[in-house]
């Protein structure tokens, strides 16, 4: 009963936040919004998202945190995010590999990459004030 209600509220929060990507698949997951559903106020989405993405990212280390937020704010250019981390741009790749093995995302494919970058800002803002953040 607890996981059709569970997925019942993902639903309707998918509904009301699928207008914020106009050109998603229809039908489109309610897992697939996650970022705007985590936008529009959806506890569930942003507790997904941390757990999904920003967790096994923080558990990886700093390096991987660091790198992958670089990488998305510097328009996801191996080069300049190479130069801002003071390491090789093949390090950056297998960082970036790392981020994907780990959480299922690619960091540079679009709108799921965007995905990355939110979870880890979402990550942040729920664990200041801890450790290692």
């Known amino acids: 009963m607890r996981a059709a209600a569970r997925s019942a509220s993902a639903a309707l929060a998918g509904l009301r936040a699928a207008v914020a990507w106009p050109d998603a698949p229809r039908p489109v997951l309610a897992s697939d ?5 985590a936008l529009d106020g959806d506890e569930m989405a942003r507790a997904e998202l941390i757990e999904q993405v920003y967790e096994p990212l923080q558990r990886g280390g700093n390096a991987l945190l660091d790198t992958v937020m670089t990488y998305l704010e510097l328009g996801n ?3 300049a995010t190479a130069g801002c981390c003071s390491c ?4 950056v790749r297998y960082r970036l590999r790392r981020v994907s093995e780990l959480t299922g995302v690619v960091p540079g494919d679009g709108v799921a990459g965007s995905r990355s970058g939110l979870a880890v ?3 942040r803002l729920a664990h200041k004030g801890t450790a290692g953040t």
């Open 121 to 123: 800002v979402l990550g």
């Open 88 to 91: 090789n741009p093949n390090t």
């Open 33 to 37: 919004l996650l970022p705007e559903r």
């Open 77 to 79: 250019s191996l080069e």
